[in-house]
């Protein structure tokens, strides 16, 4: 089984609204695939969709070999999901909402797995603090983090880094970059047209409750008229100014 | 699901023991009103009761009610806050755990910590005069009621926690319910009460619970009210699982 995503002819309306109107893609094994799109596009009915959270009205889909209405308890064993907003337990720590998680998936070593996490994602400093006062990219982090235990085989993420500071998006941008090598398969949703360029191995438009194009940036690319050679003078963007002002560079 | 259901009620239980505002409302307002009762009120009220009544004892069950009754204000305000955007349900929902078990963890984390009010009010009461010649089937019952009332009123709080769409709209529901002592013999007797009003107050629920403890716990006959009391807790019991499983239902 090559794909750990297939959705074909997805459909899904709200009340009148008709958000998605026959949805097709594929997600290879280990891509990381981007659904790219404005503002009530669908990504996140999409999203929803995929794990578990919404009925489609038609069409299909499957996680890792399972249908989502038919087999939603197999769907929900492979996948995690990171939402759109970061849920995560304000009341706890980082290290008790890791710990809360590794229980509830059933794993073997909690605290362990905790510990890791909390290394691996920077975090090990905060860990016993309340996440209610960590830092917007903190809080992403740690959703993150908490997406990973069980190392589920597809994880999405939904728009993982709307309402974070330039800071905070780098972080997470060099989290996921890390993921992409152990395997695991990534879903994420943007509005970023740079996000989707740093980190997808593929990107889909979502457009109209329709893909209305899906391939590498390179295929992407080759759909539009070749760029011109032209000379400007490259003006720093305010965020290159901001970044460089606070001591960090935009790793390329 | 038992083991879900106990992780997710210990991490319930944090956040009581975390939120200074929780454990003021729900356990020293009720202590302060208690101490008004007895020791400013207390005197004048004695003089239409009789020199022999105990007083502490006389208004115990209606300062045990209205501590209930603040207490399921706050687990409407814990199930509203998990169900909001950014809250975990979401990512419970995509877990593969049993989904009911989020529910009865809230509504275990109610039961108990309005019985660990219950339990501090009642050793308050005893420093303050408290005496009871009740023996152990009494205390048992008593303490039954209680519970009824509890998961009665637990059941009630879970429908606005999972509808409402503002904190405020889950959580008003509950200030009619701490008027209702006063509307009732719990700290005055109904004698003295215009007709109307009267009526009001022995017909409803709370007068009968308030009698029925009060009866138990000072070795009185319980008469009729402690059936009256049983049918009224579970009804409401009956009326507001059925509705709430509805509108859980509605929302996974």
New interface residues.
């Given amino acids: 089984m090559e794909n750990a995503i297939e959705v074909k002819g997805l459909q899904k309306s709200f009340k009148d609204t008709e958000v998605l109107k026959g949805v097709d893609f594929e997600v290879k094994r280990g891509e990381i695939f981007a659904l790219l799109g404005s503002n009530g596009a669908g990504k996140t009915t999409t999203v929803n969709i995929l794990?578990?959270?919404l009925k489609s009205d038609g069409g299909s889909a499957s996680v890792c070999g399972f249908d989502v209405l038919r087999q939603p308890?197999k769907v929900?064993?492979n996948?995690?999901?990171t939402?759109?907003?970061?849920?995560?337990?304000g009341?706890?720590t980082g290290r008790?909402n890791l710990i809360?998680?590794a229980?509830?998936?059933g794993i073997q070593n909690p605290s362990q797995t905790a510990d890791n996490l909390l290394e691996r994602f920077g975090l090990s400093e905060a860990a016993n603090k309340?996440v209610g006062n960590y830092s917007g990219g903190m809080v992403r982090r740690l959703d993150i983090a908490?997406s990973l235990i069980g190392t589920p085989d597809v994880i999405f993420l939904d728009e993982p880094t709307t309402g974070l500071d330039p800071e905070g998006r780098l972080e997470v941008w060099k989290t996921v970059k890390e993921l992409a090598g152990s395997g695991t398969t990534i879903l994420l949703t943007t509005q970023y047209l740079d996000e989707a360029e740093q980190l997808a191995n593929r990107i889909a438009i979502l457009h109209g409750g329709k893909i209305i194009a899906n391939g590498t940036l390179e295929e992407l690319k080759k759909l539009f008229p070749s760029a011109k050679v032209e000379y400007i003078e490259k003006q720093p963007t305010l965020e290159e100014i901001f970044l460089a002002i606070i001591g960090k560079k935009e790793e390329k | 699901m038992k083991n879900?259901t106990g992780?997710?009620f210990g991490?319930l239980m944090?956040?009581i023991l975390?939120?200074p505002d929780t454990i003021i409302t729900v356990a020293l307002v009720p202590i302060v009103m208690m101490l008004m009762f007895v020791y400013v009120f207390g005197g004048a009220v004695k003089m239409s009761l009789g020199d022999n009544v105990n007083y502490v004892n006389y208004q115990l069950p209606g300062i045990l009610i209205m501590a209930i009754a603040s207490g399921i204000a706050y687990t409407a305000m814990r199930l509203f806050m998990d169900m909001q955007?950014?809250?975990?349900f979401?990512?419970?929902?995509?877990?593969?755990?049993g989904r009911s078990s989020v529910l009865w963890s809230h509504v275990l984390t109610s039961l108990i910590s309005n019985m660990l009010t219950v339990v501090i009010i009642f050793l308050v009461a005893l420093i303050m005069g408290f005496r009871s010649s009740a023996g152990i089937l009494a205390w048992l019952a008593a303490a039954g009621i209680l519970v009824l009332l509890t998961l009665a009123l637990t059941w009630v709080a879970v429908i606005p926690g999972i509808m409402a769409k503002s904190m405020e709209g889950a959580t008003t529901f509950s200030y009619p319910l701490l008027f209702l002592p006063f509307l009732s013999s719990a700290f005055v007797p109904t004698e003295t009460m215009p007709k109307v009003v009267r009526v009001f107050a022995e017909n409803q629920p709370v007068t009968s619970i308030v009698e029925s403890i009060r009866a138990l716990l000072n070795s009185e006959p319980v008469g009729n009210n402690i059936w009256i009391a049983l049918a009224w807790c579970v009804g409401i019991i009956v009326v507001a699982y059925i509705l709430a499983m509805k509108v859980y239902r509605r929302r996974i």
């Fill in positions: 794990s578990t959270l308890e929900r064993e996948i995690s999901l939402g759109q907003f970061a849920a995560v337990d009341f706890l008790e809360l998680i229980k509830l998936r309340r908490m | 879900t992780v997710l991490r944090k956040h975390r939120s955007k950014g809250g975990l979401e990512r419970f929902s995509s877990m593969p755990i």
